[in-house]
C-alpha cells in the first residue's frame, strides 16, 4: 500500500473499462478500444473521456515518426 503526501493511503484501481480513447487525427493515430496504433507521421492528440458524461478530460499529445517506440504507462 502507499501513502500520499497527507499519510492516507492510495490505491491503484484498473479504469480502462471506464473510459474510452478518442483520436483527434484518425489519419495520424487510430483508437481501436484501449490501443492506439500510428497510422502515419504526423502529431494528434489522444483523449481519455469517462464512459458517461463526465466532463473530465486528460488529453495527450502523440507523434508519429518512422521510428518504433513503446508507451509503458500514461
Given at each position: 500500500m502507499d501513502?500520499?503526501?497527507y499519510g492516507l493511503p492510495t490505491r491503484t484501481l484498473p479504469v480502462t473499462?471506464?473510459?474510452r480513447f478518442e483520436s483527434s487525427d484518425p489519419s495520424v493515430a487510430s483508437v481501436d478500444g484501449s490501443q492506439v496504433s500510428g497510422v502515419a507521421?504526423?502529431?494528434t492528440v489522444i483523449t481519455v473521456k469517462s464512459r458517461g458524461n463526465a466532463t473530465i478530460v486528460l488529453p495527450a499529445a502523440v507523434t508519429v515518426t518512422d521510428q518504433p517506440s513503446r508507451v509503458t504507462s500514461l
Open positions: 501513502f500520499d503526501g473499462s471506464l473510459v507521421v504526423g502529431t
